[in-house]
Structure formats: C-alpha cells, structure tokens
C-alpha cells in the first residue's frame, strides 16, 4: 500500500478483554515497528521485527502482550485480560530494511481505551 | 543507555520568527537521526532523515543539522507559520535496531 495502515483506527474495551491490534506496513518494507505512547508521555518501543522473526522484544512491558508477523508482511499485537493502564496509543512503523539506516513511516495508530 | 533529550519542552512564537529546536543524545554510535512532527491525536509525520556519515538535510522551510560527535542534532524553522503548530519529535537509529525517541517541543505559532 501507500503507506502504513493500522486498524482499528479507535478501540473501547472493558477491562480483562482481549484485543488484538493490526498493522499493514508498506508494501516491500522488511522491517516493522510497534511503539506505545500513553497520554502526555514519549513513544516507548515495544517490538520489531525483521521479516517474520522478532530480534528485539525487550520492549513489551508484560507476558500479557505478544505480536506476529506472517509472511513478511502483516502483524498483530494482541493484549491479553486488558487492564487500564494499557490505555493509549499504538504506533506502528515500517522500513525498508532494518539495521541500514532507512528511514520510519508510522502509521496513524489504535488508540486503545480500556474502560 | 540511549537518552534522548528535546530543548525546549515547549514554544510559543507570533508568526513569521525564525525557530530553532534542539535535539541531544547520549551515544553517538547512531546509523541515523530523524525528525518528526505530530499533530494532536494524529500519528508521526517524517520530515527529516539524516544519516549518520551527514552534516545536515533541508526541506522547503526546515533545515536539520547534525553533529554525531557532540551528540546534537537542531532542527531550524524558518519564516514559522500558525499550520507548523504541532509536536515537533527528534529520534535515533541505534546500532541495535532501535529508534528512541526524545519527549517532543511543542510548538505553537500564532498570527
């Protein structure tokens, strides 16, 4: 696609739900990025992946979250038994490659509102 | 560890002043540094890009420098107008894949 797509664009769930959180990053784009940024803070990095393997997953906070990536192409973050501070906005971002100094195109980002 | 740290936290200017917004970083082992921009309850817009072997980029109104040995990286806006109000966010390729970010100017431009 022309650039990076993320759906749902807004999503409510009650507390203690799943919910799973979709990137479509451009098309050719090896690397993918998933980045958290909660009300008045910074991005905080969360995962990437080079292909379809996660060579950095320091970044997600619990064993409560977890993302794949199928066929090099799109990847899900899914949150399990959701709680309130999981509350805010998913970025996801792609590149060509990862490691070459390419540069990001994010997508608009899931804002994630756990009730 | 990679800090990243934007200068100032936030801006107020009347339009048409010439801005300068600072970006430091604490390891100068970067493969680049970028410049994004953020819009209320949008996602990041790139400007920028600067490879770490680069002095500096420009783009219409924006001009970005880089000194990878001081660890600083300025972001100069020239002519500001009311539509360059937004979030204004540095970040780093480290060596490790990683891009950090730092916390953001906010700026606001005002007729």
């Known amino acids: 696609g022309a650039g990076v797509s993320q759906s749902p664009s807004n999503k409510v769930t009650e507390k203690g739900k799943d919910v799973e959180l979709r990137c479509d990053p451009i098309?050719?784009?090896?690397?993918l990025y998933w980045y958290r940024q909660s009300l008045g803070q910074g991005l905080e990095f969360l995962i990437y992946?080079?292909?379809?393997?996660?060579?950095?997953k320091s970044g997600l906070p619990s064993d409560r979250f977890s993302a794949e990536r199928t066929g090099g192409s799109v990847s899900t973050l899914t949150i399990q038994r959701t709680q309130q501070e999981d509350s805010a906005v998913y970025l996801c971002?792609?590149?060509?490659?990862?490691?070459?100094?390419?540069?990001?195109?994010f997508g608009s980002g899931t804002r994630l509102t756990v009730v | 560890k990679q800090e990243v740290t934007q200068i100032p936290a936030a801006l107020s200017v009347p339009e048409g002043e010439n801005l300068v917004l600072n970006c430091s970083f604490t390891d100068s082992a970067i493969y680049n540094l970028q410049w994004f921009r953020q819009d209320p309850g949008k996602g990041l817009t790139s400007l920028l890009l600067?490879?770490?072997?680069?002095r500096e980029q420009t783009s219409g109104r924006l001009n970005a420098s880089l000194d990878k040995s001081s660890g600083r990286s300025t972001l100069y806006i020239a002519a500001s107008q009311p539509g360059d109000s937004a979030t204004y966010l540095c970040?780093?390729?480290?060596?490790?894949?990683?891009?950090?970010f730092g916390t953001g100017t906010r700026l606001q431009v005002f007729p």
């Open positions: 970040a780093v390729l480290t060596n490790t894949d990683k891009l950090i």
């Open positions: 971002a792609s590149s060509l490659s990862s490691g070459i100094g390419y540069g990001y195109t």
């Open positions: 600067i490879q770490s072997s680069q």
């Open positions: 098309s050719g784009h090896t690397a």
């Open positions: 992946f080079q292909g379809n393997s996660a060579p950095d």
